[in-house]
């Protein structure tokens, strides 16, 4: 009772900032819109005949710069709205991308996009043809999107969705799982940050490609079970957060101290799962955004149930792209943090499993992202086929 009002007062107050609510200006010709999920702007202001001044401000502070913003310009009789984004707490980051369905995005010519030299603000010129743009840092990926997604993969691959928890704010917190007698496990995790829908893009491709059912997806299937966390920050996609969940933290310094019920959730449906069915976990990924891609792993030198797979995975897959891009070079970042939380640090500790930070860059283009993450889905199941863990 005590936590649940705690909860709610949380609520209460985070939602009195005006970064959350859904604030609507109505100005003269025109008006700006963040009602719809992933709505995101603190202030507006009108600035001209046909010209809007955006205030960006995080949920709160310190915060990782990712300048989320989201809004739909309405006007009637107007061709178009020059808007002025200046931002709070943070700096230009993310080229604005334009719709007039929601669905299907535009980047704006970057040699239009005016970006201060501090890069404290961003100008642009909005058409308007049928009365209504949509403006977002990043293509919109919400609930629609992921449902579409995982319905295709149920009706295919025999894929058991279920719910593991609810989110702060009583979002299901969504899981699929493919499992019926194989012992080992690999473990994905997707969208613990609002902003980053390339790299949830590159976990639906990757995960596609898994279940493909050719020779190598049915090999792999017969000997791994798949547990997948698709969508984990479901409030902060829904509000327009720039990182964090609605208890004002980021989901990936949370894995160890569980204080959110998101990671929480997600880390003791594994342990059930991993209990009642006597599985051996095998590896762990989870996909993000960041500038450019790369992926963070552990050390080789690391001792882990299967030492060896990370490096035969990421050669395999640098060589696999130079089939298509001659000069690509893969990035990779070894490391081990044990002061830092993160999921990666979690899954590597508890269950002595390699666990793989897999991000890609935030301008990558979709096809791209989705040949990528294919690719490397095969390397994937291929590395994990040709190493025999130290399980026994
Ligand atoms: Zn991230």
Redesign the pocket.
């Known amino acids: 009772m005590n936590l649940r009002l705690a909860v709610l007062a949380l609520i209460t107050l985070l939602g009195s900032t005006s970064a959350f609510a859904d604030a609507l200006c109505e100005l003269t010709g025109f008006k700006i819109t963040i009602d719809f999920e992933g709505g995101a702007a603190a202030a507006c202001e009108q600035a001209g005949m046909q010209a809007v001044r955006l205030t960006i401000k995080p949920e709160n502070t310190p915060i ?1 710069n ?1 300048p989320w913003y989201a809004f739909k310009v309405e006007a009637e009789g107007l061709d178009r709205v020059d808007v002025k984004l200046e931002y709070q707490d943070g700096t230009h980051r993310y080229t604005p991308k334009l719709s007039s369905d929601g669905v299907h995005w535009m980047e704006y010519p970057l040699n239009r996009l005016i970006v201060d030299d501090d890069k404290s603000s961003a100008a642009f010129s909005v058409p308007i043809e049928a009365g209504v743009t949509w403006v977002a840092a990043q293509p919109l990926l919400g609930i629609q999107a992921y449902k579409q997604w995982w319905d295709d993969l149920i009706d295919r691959a025999g894929i058991e969705y279920s719910v593991v928890g609810e989110s702060l704010e009583g979002r299901d917190l969504p899981r699929l799982l493919a499992l019926e007698e194989q012992h080992e496990l690999l473990i994905v995790l997707g969208r ?2 609002p902003p ?1 829908t390339t ?1 949830a893009i590159a976990m639906m491709a990757f995960v596609d490609r898994l279940f493909a059912e050719d020779e190598l997806s049915k090999q792999f299937l017969a000997r791994v079970g798949v547990v997948v966390y698709p969508f984990i920050n479901r409030d902060g996609v829904q509000r327009g957060h720039w ?1 964090h969940n609605l208890g004002g933290k980021d989901l ?1 310094r949370d894995w160890g101290p569980f204080e959110q019920p998101e990671p929480k959730h997600v880390s003791q449906d594994i342990a059930r799962l991993v209990t009642t069915k006597s599985l051996k976990p095998g590896y762990m990924l ?1 996909f ?3 500038w450019y891609d790369v992926f963070y792993t552990q050390k080789d030198s690391d001792y882990t149930v299967r030492s060896a797979m990370t490096r035969a995975w990421l050669v395999a897959f640098e060589r696999s792209m130079r089939n298509i891009e001659p000069d690509f070079e893969l990035n990779r970042k070894s490391a081990h943090n044990p002061d830092s939380p993160t999921s990666k640090s979690y899954f590597f500790e508890t269950y002595g499993i390699p666990a793989t ?1 897999y ?1 890609i860059g935030d301008d990558a283009p979709i096809s791209r992202i989705q040949e990528y993450a294919r690719r490397s889905a095969v390397s994937f199941m291929q590395a994990w086929l040709n190493e025999d863990p130290w399980y026994e």
């Open positions: 990782n990712s613990q940050h980053e790299g990182r990936n989870d993000h955004s960041t930070t991000e």
